[in-house]
């Protein structure tokens, strides 16, 4: 039976809730966060910031945030359908700085009428700045949804392109 765990840190993002099963992370999730899981999945809190992987998600978090790092390598488990999988697995292949569209994204994962539900798949990512689901945009270029708020994708844009110190 799988083991969870969870614990918070700080961030300029705000407060971070990062969830654990066996060694690797599942959930990173914002507060008043949308699709936020009921809080009873996130398994006891550990005390143990340390205690992995929570202890190198918080150090590459650390350094994304200070403008050091641009990719992340951790244990990673991405629980839901295999669309979302699909979905989610293709945004870790969005260049940091950068952003494509939800059609673009659709495209890449050889679906290109699925806009829309790619768009929802994107909204119920787990595992949210890791798993740069902040990166896409509506077919404008315009900021749309974001389960963190558009202030936040806004000022994770912003910081990677090196426009912003992150504050929110």
């Known amino acids: 039976m799988p083991v969870r765990v969870h614990t918070e840190i700080d961030s300029p993002m705000g407060p971070l809730t990062l969830v654990a099963e066996d060694g690797a992370l599942v959930g990173l999730y914002m507060t008043e966060q949308r699709h936020l899981p009921a809080y009873e ?10 205690e992995e992987p929570f202890g190198a998600v918080t150090a590459q978090l650390g350094e994304y945030f200070a ?3 641009t990719t992340f390598d951790l244990p990673l488990e991405l629980n839901g359908t295999p669309f979302q999988q699909t979905v989610w697995k293709a945004l870790l292949d969005i260049p940091y700085g950068e952003t494509v569209s939800y059609g673009e994204l659709a495209a890449l994962i050889g679906r290109p009428t699925a806009s829309r539900a790619v768009g929802l798949a994107n909204g119920k990512n787990p595992i949210s700045i890791i798993v740069p689901c902040h990166r ?3 077919s404008t270029g315009d900021l749309t949804g974001y389960g963190g708020g558009i202030e936040r994708k806004r000022g994770l844009l912003a910081h990677e392109r090196g426009l912003q110190v992150l504050a929110i």
């Open 67 to 69: 403008g050091t790092r």
């Open 41 to 50: 999945t996130f398994g006891p809190r550990s005390e143990e910031s340390f």
């Open 136 to 138: 896409v945009v509506g």
